[in-house]
């Protein structure tokens, strides 16, 4: 069956129906630029709501498999590929990506001139798109829902044994940050993105983790205050959204990007290192570097393609904060260092009540 992406640019590309279309499906259109990771990229939730336009010519060829989800669903409102492989070549292969999206009622779009739409994209920035089995463009406005509500878990979790005890904010968080912690020893208590500060102190945590996550940061000012006062007592990882959000609990600014940064390639200047790491990242959103003047923060990585702020350190707190993934699903695994350094301080037991 054919169907239609319409962009809010005004222009329109054609394709073919994989899985069925049972009425329009609209949201913000990125790409992604992996050869691999379709997988995860579909069931991390900081793609709620988006249609993910995937770069590489042949996405599917190694199928969906039971071990490399990063949630329990996928979030993505819509896949667009060139080519789906209607076969998994893989040994622990259980769905065709077709199978796995029809599932979940998601439509996947092929035959599409993904080339020229990601032009597109590069050139008239993100923007929001429809998906129609019908030629005709509809009026499309900005996405004003909430996704970090509806991703974040609504009950406390406790994973792990023994070890440093780590609560991790849940703002849509992937599962392998969880696995990274719990896999180097920690107990971890994932708790939904707007617990009180007084029942995470009940918890008696030894460090928290400000997890990744969908949509502007800004939607989240009303808990700022809250992360400021928790952030500032307990020695701290923020990944992503997490990242954006210390930011902002400082009274930093944010900026969206043109088309963000998405991929398994993107190169980040460690200046503590010295070294360039190779990241995996998903994001529109970014820290404006002049806004962290006068706040006590030090950059400590910047992006390599276009200098934009991929990481922080407090001065004289335990507050580290990544743009980029250090867990590394999909990707390259440069910087799991991060979790190493972060679990350090941990075990130091710099708590800072201020």
Avoid at 153 to 169: A, C, F, N, S
Avoid at 257 to 275: E, M, S, Y
């Amino acid at each position: 069956m054919k169907a239609y992406l319409h962009l809010a640019s005004g222009k329109t590309f054609s394709g073919k129906l994989a899985t069925p279309l049972e009425k329009k499906v609209s949201g913000e259109i990125v790409f992604f630029t992996g050869m691999t990771g379709y997988q995860e990229v579909l069931t991390d939730p900081s793609y709620k709501n988006q249609i993910i336009v995937f770069t590489y010519p042949l996405i599917g060829n190694y199928g969906i498999n039971d071990e490399d989800f990063e949630s329990k669903r996928p979030h993505v409102a819509a896949a667009v590929v060139y080519e789906a492989s209607n076969e998994g070549f893989h040994y622990g292969v259980k769905y065709s990506l077709a199978e796995y999206l029809r599932h979940w009622n998601i439509p996947l779009l092929t035959h599409v001139d993904t080339r020229a739409l990601v032009k597109e994209i590069r050139m008239e920035g993100t923007m929001m798109a429809e998906l129609s089995s019908s030629p005709i463009p509809a009026v499309m406005d900005e996405e004003t829902t909430f996704p970090v509500c509806a991703v974040s878990t609504k009950k406390m979790e406790t994973y792990g044994q023994g070890g440093p005890h780590i609560v991790l904010i849940d703002f849509g968080y992937k599962k392998s940050i969880l696995q990274s912690l719990v896999s180097r020893g920690c107990q971890v208590t994932v708790v939904p993105h707007d617990t009180a500060p007084e029942a995470i102190d009940a918890l008696k945590p030894d460090g928290l983790v400000l997890s990744n996550g969908p949509g502007d940061p800004k939607q989240l000012s009303v808990r700022l205050p809250a992360i400021r006062q928790l952030i500032d007592r307990y020695p701290t990882l923020a990944i992503c959204l997490g990242h954006q959000l210390v930011a902002l609990a400082y009274g930093a600014n944010t900026e969206k990007l043109r088309f963000g940064h998405r991929g398994a390639n993107q190169p980040v200047w460690d200046a503590v290192k010295q070294k360039v790491m190779i990241t995996s990242q998903n994001h529109s959103y970014v820290v404006k570097e002049k806004s962290l003047e006068g706040k006590p923060f030090a950059i400590r990585f910047i992006n390599i393609n276009d200098g934009s702020v991929e990481g922080m350190i407090h001065r004289d707190k335990p507050i580290l904060s990544v743009q980029y993934h250090p867990e590394a699903h999909p990707g390259p695994q440069d910087t799991g260092y991060i979790f190493d350094e972060f679990l350090q301080t941990v075990a130091k037991g710099e708590k800072v009540y201020a």
